[in-house]
């Protein structure tokens, strides 16, 4: 049982708005930033998004991110066939002296 | 560019230990903290636990106390996770993350290594 709650589907057709949402508690994503990951079948997660909404270089600007309170989620505007991957927020997680915190990751299907 | 380099696939027979290297380059390894992550397949992320390479300080996730030993080789810019006693639901992709608090003491992780493959079979 992951400890950031997702949902474990989405889906949308391409040109859509898909979001996703990614919830915690006061001992995670209520005191720290939220990190989302973008992994495909084989491969391992890439940074997506840090510091809820901030884009690394490269990270096309239709990802974006947003946090409020417990809560974080990605929004991905003008969905892309490519865009089909798997999608987690991460966090850390200041109770048990400390540690790293995943969802349980959302599956991404473009219809 | 940043690049953290993991060690081949292993297959282990219950019982025994596996230990997984990760060689990082393109930046100052003592900066970063290295956290262990690991996913059996179709499952999500699990993590495992960290360590600071300059300090040299570990921190652990419960379900694995006792379990797995993180160390660093600081002059090979390289960080290992040894895991012990393995079992069955030990087989896992295994993979090394790069981490640190930034201005506003908050945690982000970023650049992940390739992963390695770990076969728990008898």
């Known amino acids: 049982q992951s400890v950031l709650t997702q949902p474990p589907s989405a889906s949308g057709t391409p040109g859509q708005r898909v979001a996703i949402s990614c919830s915690g508690n006061s001992s995670n994503i209520g005191m720290n930033t939220v990190n989302w990951f973008q992994q495909f079948p084989g491969a391992a997660p890439q940074l997506l998004l840090y510091s809820n909404n901030r884009r690394p270089s490269g990270v096309p600007g239709r990802f974006s991110g947003s946090k409020s309170g417990t809560s974080a989620s990605l929004a991905i505007s003008g969905l892309q066939s490519e865009d089909e991957a798997d999608y987690y927020c991460a966090t850390w997680d200041d109770s048990l002296k400390g540690r790293l915190v995943f969802g349980g990751g959302t599956r991404l299907t473009v219809l | 560019q940043v690049q953290l380099v993991q060690s081949g696939a292993e297959v282990k027979k219950p019982g025994a230990s596996v230990t997984v290297s990760c060689q990082t380059s393109?930046?100052?390894?003592?900066?970063?903290?290295i956290n262990w992550v690991r996913q059996a397949a179709g499952q999500g992320l699990e993590w495992m636990g960290w360590i600071n390479p300059n300090s040299g300080n570990t921190g652990y996730a419960q379900s694995f106390q006792g379990r797995v030993t993180l160390t660093k080789n600081t002059s090979k810019s390289t960080a290992y996770m040894e895991l012990s006693n393995v079992k069955f639901q030990d087989t896992a992709v295994y993979y090394c993350?790069?981490?640190?608090?930034?201005?506003?003491?908050?945690?982000?992780?970023?650049?992940w290594g390739q992963g390695t493959t770990v076969i728990v079979s008898s």
């Open positions: 393109g930046y100052n390894f003592t900066t970063y903290d």
């Open positions: 993350v790069r981490g640190r608090r930034d201005s506003l003491n908050y945690y982000n992780v970023d650049v």
